[in-house]
Structure formats: C-alpha cells, structure tokens
C-alpha cells in the first residue's frame, strides 16, 4: 500500500508494506499509472527478549534511530525479527514503524503474528486476520537464512529507557544520562510543556499506562508539574478512552484532550506561556522534533520519547528524573517511587468507533465543475507550469546556500501556514523561512541581488520571479527530510525556482521536485558545496542530453569572474526526465491524455 503521509509505515505494524509517498505520486496510482521505486536494500533488526518497567516499543525506535541516524535507512526497508517480537503489542509494532520514517527508511516492517490478529480482532476484522493466517509462514514471515544488507540486533531485556533529541530525533541519550547530557550542552532541564499522543503514539495501550501513572501520582497529592496536553491519534481512540475514563483521569492530573488530529505535532498549536526566542525545553511522545516544528519557536528544545516517560517526567518537571530509580516527595511530605506503568493492550470492552464522519464521494464525478471563489485566500485553483524551453539553465541566481538541517519544515512551515494549503500563492510566503543561510548563519535573511538588500527568503523570491531571474537553491545532507509536505516542492516551482542542489535528499522530497518539474541534483563530489557563494551564478549544461545515470556539468561563475566546472548527478529515470521536459508530471500526464485522444 502507498499513501500520502510520511507515516503511512504505520501499517508495518500489521505486516503491510506500506509506503509513504508524495501527493502526485498517489495521483500515478490512481490514474493507474505504475508506480517506480528503486528497489531497496533490507536493514534487519533482531529483537530478543521481552520489554520490562519503563521499557517500552518507543524506545526500540529510539535506539535505532540513534544507530542508524536520520538518513541510516535511507534506500532500505527496515525488517524486523526474533522471537522479541511476540513480546511486542500490534500497535507497540506500529509505533515502531511509524517513526521508521525518521531514519529514511522507505518503509518499516513486522512479520504477521498472534498479537496482529488480536488487533484485527479488536477492531472487527476477524475474517482478514484469519485469511493473514494461511499466508503467515510462506508470505508473511522473514524466509528461513535469509541475508540482510545489515543487522542490528537488539535485547530487549536490557534495553533502557530513552529520550531523543534536541532538534533532531536521531540524538539518542538513555534516561540515566539525559539530565547530566543536557547540563553539559546547555540545554534547559525545566520541562515547560508535556505532550503525549499523535499519530505516533496514542494507542490504547499507550493512554492506559500513562493513566497508571497519573493515578498513582495522584494517590500522592500530585499532579502534572506542567501543561499536559493529550491527543488522541484516532476519532475510535479518543472515543475509547473517554468511554473507559482514561481520558478524565488524564484531564484530573491536570491535562487538556485535544482534538484527534495532528495537532502541536505538527505545528497546530497556539502556545501562549512563552515569547517566540525564549530557550525552553518541551518533552513529546511525539516522531519529530525539528527546530520550531512544534511551536515555531527556534528556541523550544524539543525532546521525544515514549508516553509514560513524558507522563512521569511531568510529575517532576525536570529531565533531571529517572523514574525507575528516582523518588518523588508525596503532599503527605513521604517520598515514594512510581511503580512501572501498566495497562491493557486492548479494551476489554472493544473500541468505541466514535462518531462516523466519512462522506464518500459521487459515484460518477465525471460532470462536477470545482468553483473557486477567485477573492478568497484559502482556496486557489492550480495553473500549469511553464514548459522546459529546450534550452540549457544558463546564469541561474542562488536564492539561498542552505547550512545544515533542512527539513520539509524548514522548507515549507506548518503550524498556521496550514490554513493556505489549498492556495498556492499564499502558503509560499512561508518558503525557506527557517532555514539557516550559509552566509549569515541566519534564518529567513537573505541578499537579493538585483537590489543588494537583504529581505525575507519569499520576498526575495517574488522579486527574482517578477523580474523574470530564475534562481537554485543550494542545500546539505538528508535534504527535505520528515513530513512528504508536497508544497516543500510547490513553493520553490511557483516562485521561480528551476533546480535544487545538495549533497543528498531524502527520498520522498528528492520524487516530490521530480514531479513538479525541477531537477534535483547532488553534487557528485559533496566537498563541491563548499565552493559555491551566495553571489555566484550557476549554467546547468548538456540539459538536451540529459539521461539516466549521466551526470550534468554545472559552471560555476564567481564574481571575479572566474568559471570552475563540477559534476551534478541525478536519480532521474527516462519518464522522470519526460516531467522535467515537461514542466511537470501533470504537464506530462496532459500532454499523453491528448495524444490519446487523438
């Protein structure tokens, strides 16, 4: 299965391979187009043992992601195995596999097993867990000696608690070593704000350990510490958990249920309790924790971690507390020490399916017209890019030389820029503004050369497109990682751009600018990235000839007029080279629609 969301690997959970993809990529499929992916390598991760205590399925991707890295799985599916697993709840598994997505990997995956039927179970889909049963041991199982292109192996009777981060997902610390890690680097070790839920983690499991915690807090005359928000991932989660008093006895240890959407995950979130530029540290159980993600502030130091370990660390308030060894001190003035967390995989009662607000589409919508009123600012209707003129990309401007992380975040904000998704224009004023310009080491500033004034990274943009100047973008590793955001590679098409260079994408934004017609390059030698100034102009050359696996010659033009020449690649097969001729894949998709009409 492919779907539009980074965290379509969710579905690993139940054995499915399932894949995240951009939104045009899903277009492919539904016009029923064949959709390419080049054939992965297997990461396998060997898990044995059972998880104890505090230990809990988020910490297994946690350790991963500190051994892999943020860009360790790229090119490669990640296939869990062992006999640790059945040790493991079905939606422990998806956990896993749903932040697979934060070390690369093209997707995650479980071998089916009883826990997965139980789920099915649960959730009245008996008849599928059954038929998944014949096919267990000749389909859905890792093939007996099969070879992996690497293997972690992991036990799981040792495995410590653990939490990731700043701004990053893969910086792994154990919770013994998070507070004195965090003293060394300067980080604040005052939580603010406690999150937990999200897509990530808000299973039932999830909400009714940390419920244990809070009751048992509670027994003591304590509560949170800190705001405590709760988000529910699903509208049958949020259901169940009111239904069951979870969600109450969370609200009376003094949390606030969101609504079951993405939420402070993913930006939605009006924080008041801080200035944007104050240092502060938050605690999730969110996937992500990306410089200004959650609240657009650059300063939040966000961490992530499991649900139970942001539950206790909130008693404390503090990343100075390690609830298997640490006390707390009681209303009554006697210390105590919080038991390990608990609760039932699944209801006993099964799952509430909440209130059903699906509206499925016309069965025939065929003679539909879409108005668009042309006044307002949420809504634009799309106009096809301009067509490749045949020619090389001659003096292109640079409108910014990224340093560092660059994420489908920084390139395309969420948070309130959300409202604008379906207006083009307007959601591209949010483009590159919290990414790091190489010249200044600073955020949404940079030179416009026409006018020798520094501006906004958008504003700059604008005035390049209005003056008809076609511009690069110049990036680093792991470029466009995190969220499949199809507008990180709108935005830069619709403002004028025509080709971003870096040292390596990520695989999801690298497909995103395939389809939307610009050239995703990478410089064939990444110590090249150092000799390009934010004033140089760059000729991408020998475009009528560009093919599979040959590299593009760029010059290079610097202002005391000298011309260096480096070699580009591409990943672009012969039909990804036809959308760039085309200004587009959907360009590409009209012009074959109308050649079969006729």
Known sequence: ??????????????????????????????????????????????????????????????????????????????????????????????????????????????????????????????????????????????????????????????????????????????????????????????????????????????????????????????????????????????ATIERDGIAQTLREFGGTVLANACGPCIGQWDRKDIKKGDKNTIVTSYNRNFTGRNDANPATHAFVTSPELVTALAIKGSLEFDPRSDTLTGSDGKSFKLSDPFGDELPARGFDPGVDTYQPPPSDGSSLKVDVDPKSNRLQLLEPFDVWNGKDLEDLTILIKVKGKCTTDHISAAGPWLKFRGHLDNISNNMFLTATNAENGELNKVKNLLTQQYGAVPDVARAYK????????????????????????????????????????????????????????????????????????????????????KPVIAKIKHTDGKVEEIKLNHTLNEQQITWFQAGSALNRMKQVAAAGKH
């Open 466 to 549: 209005a003056a008809g100047v076609s511009w690069v973008a110049v990036g680093d590793e792991n470029y466009g990682e995190g969220s499949s955001r199809e507008h990180a590679a709108l935005e830069p098409r619709h403002l004028g751009g025509r080709a971003i260079i870096v040292k390596s994408f990520a695989r999801i934004h690298e497909t995103n600018l395939k389809k939307q017609g610009l050239l995703p390059l990478t410089f064939a030698n990444p110590a090249d990235y150092d000799k390009i100034q934010p004033t140089d102009k760059i000729s991408l050359t020998g475009l009528k000839g560009l093919a599979p696996g």
């Open 1 to 238: 299965m492919i779907g539009t969301d980074s965290h379509t690997p969710n579905g690993g959970g139940l054995g499915g391979l399932c894949i995240g993809v951009g939104g045009a990529d899903a277009v492919d499929v539904m016009a029923d187009i064949p959709w390419e992916l080049k054939c992965p390598k297997v990461i396998g991760v060997r898990l044995d043992g059972a998880l104890k205590g505090w230990s809990s399925p988020k910490d297994i991707i946690l350790k991963v992601a500190g051994i892999l890295t943020v860009k360790g799985g790229t090119g490669a599916i990640i296939e869990y195995h062992g006999p640790g697993i059945d040790n493991i709840s079905c939606t422990g598994m998806g956990t896993i596999c749903n932040m697979g997505a934060e070390i690369g990997a093209t997707t995650s995956l479980f071998p089916y097993n009883k826990r997965m039927y139980d789920y099915l179970k649960s959730t009245l889909r008996e008849d599928i867990a059954k038929e998944a049963m014949k096919y267990q041991k000749s389909l859905l199982t890792p093939d007996e000696g099969c070879k992996y292109d690497q293997l972690i192996e992991l036990d799981l009777n040792t495995l410590e608690p653990h939490i990731n981060g700043p701004f990053t997902p893969d910086l792994a610390h154990p919770i013994s070593k998070v507070g004195e890690n965090a003293k060394k680097a300067g980080w604040p070790t005052e939580i603010k704000v406690s999150l937990i839920g999200s897509c990530t983690n808000s299973s039932y499991e999830d909400m009714a350990r940390c419920a244990s915690i809070a009751k048992e807090a509670m027994a003591h005359g304590l509560k949170s510490k800190t705001p405590f928000n709760v988000t529910p991932g699903s509208e049958q989660v949020r």
